[in-house]
């Protein structure tokens, strides 16, 4: 258990120190997938750090569809993109990778035949993708000096669909049929950037629309390979209709929601603001707890990595309340323990309360008590008219609360496990009508602003 100790903390200064169906139209609005299937997933986090800490990923195509999506890999300070690629699904296919630490950098790992490896070829056991990510940085936010690619978060995009019959004169495969060749859905996608061709069989925002897709699934597994140690999976956030209205392929930088997608980042935000977050926790000489949040909205935007005060944020909510110095501040965070006694006073690694920084920031929960729960209110904040927030269609949008995703992770004697935490839903307007359960309003006909 010492040893186990040990290697957690490592973990932890090494985190820290890292730095009816809906029609198709501009009126369909994004929500949280209840079913957890849609056409856009985040995986929250990502860890790649020594000894052995490493996390799967996992997408799944649910339906008898071929699917191509757009992975793209983003570190924890600002965003900056690290990695993209495209993967190739056939009917009912799932496609597996993991990000682990070399000694030297960090790479992504895949011997999955639904991606292509750094040589252009299908990766496969004697052939995988294995890669470094890439402290490229942008035109957007430069890779600053203190930002790391060992903990980051990742989201996968569908950018096109097909179930369309073969067709024997132009050689086009069943695309629904399952075990149709990765190579043939590639082949026919990129037809819409190339040409020629006849009709285009696949299905997209930007092209032959016919009825929407929402049939990828997904889940992360954060383990470290040395001790054997895995946690629990975690669900992927899944939302669906994100409708993505441009070609996806390896020449463009894209960040979600700007002017890509049928949908803006705000409506984005909405869909998975909460008024409060609860997360459990268990504490001991021998046990840890920590607190994930991703802000996988903030986008942080700069050249120049020693001006702060000179960053900007795409995302509106971050926009709105991100302070000159590139923190959040969150005041009011409660810690319960299972008396119902309750503390204001917190003694985190680092202190949630002295402001949030990062896309993504990790909390150590104190050895104050035992076992309970930690209240993060944010019922105070959020995007009002007069913030000029607006739908894709145009339509005045606010909601209430921050749009965040949280994750507990308990270290325990063997192993980890990771779970989502509770919270409150956001109130929504759309064009001044309130939406109740916003991000749940699924499989409905509905006519919104």
Not at 7 to 32: C, E, M, R, T
Not at 227 to 256: C, E, P
Not at 338 to 351: G, L, N, R
Request: hydrophobic share 40%; charged share 15%.
């Amino acid at each position: 258990m010492k040893r186990l100790a040990k290697w957690v903390g490592i973990l932890v200064s090494v985190l820290f120190l890292s730095g009816s169906a809906w029609g198709y139209d501009a009126l369909d609005h994004i929500k949280v997938a209840p079913n957890g299937k849609g056409d856009l997933m985040w995986f929250k986090y990502y860890v790649a750090a020594p000894n052995g800490w490493e996390t799967k990923i996992s997408v799944t195509n649910t339906a008898a569809v071929s699917v191509v999506a757009k992975v793209v890999i983003r570190s924890y300070k600002n965003s900056t993109e690290l990695l993209d690629f495209m993967i190739y699904l056939s009917p009912y296919d799932v496609w597996t990778a993991k990000i682990y630490w070399d000694g030297s950098a960090t790479k992504i790992y895949s011997e999955d035949s639904s991606c292509r490896n750094q040589n252009g070829n299908w990766a496969s056991p004697t052939d995988p993708l294995d890669y470094a990510l890439k402290t490229i940085g942008t035109n957007l936010m430069a890779f600053c000096p203190d930002d790391s690619t060992t903990m980051g978060y990742i989201y996968v995009v569908q950018t096109a669909w097909s179930n369309a019959p073969a067709v024997t004169a132009t050689g086009q495969p069943n695309f629904g049929a399952a075990g149709v060749s990765k190579a043939d859905i590639k082949k026919w996608y990129e037809m819409k950037a190339s040409g020629p061709f006849t009709v285009w069989p696949m299905n997209s925002a930007f092209g032959n629309t016919g009825s929407w897709n929402n049939s990828l699934a997904g889940y992360e597994l954060f383990f470290n390979r040395l001790l054997g140690m895995w946690s629990s999976a975690v669900q992927a956030v899944v939302l669906r209709d994100y409708k993505s209205t441009i070609y996806l392929d390896l020449a463009q930088t894209n960040r979600i929601g700007i002017n890509t997608s049928n949908n803006s980042l705000g409506e984005i935000e909405a869909a998975f603001s909460k008024n409060e977050i609860d997360l459990p926790f268990v504490t001991a000489s021998d046990k840890a707890t920590v607190h994930i949040f991703s802000a996988t909205t903030k986008y942080t935007t700069g050249q120049d990595c020693t001006k702060v005060s000179t960053f900007g944020y795409d995302g509106p909510w971050y926009d709105k309340y991100t302070a000159s110095d590139g923190r959040v501040i969150v005041s009011g965070v409660e810690i319960w323990d299972v008396d119902e006694h309750k503390t204001t006073s917190e003694h985190f690694s680092p202190s949630p309360t002295s402001g949030w920084r990062n896309e993504v920031e990790i909390f150590a929960v104190p050895h104050d008590w035992p076992e309970g729960h930690v209240r993060y209110p944010f019922s105070g904040v959020g995007i009002v008219a007069g913030d000029l927030v607006y739908s894709k269609s145009g339509a005045a949008l606010t909601y209430m609360g921050i749009p965040i995703h949280a994750t507990t992770i308990f270290f325990g004697d063997y192993d980890s496990y990771a779970i989502d935490g509770a919270w409150s839903n956001a109130p929504v307007t759309v064009g001044g009508v309130h939406l109740p359960f916003y991000q749940y309003a699924d499989g409905i006909t509905a006519l919104i602003p």
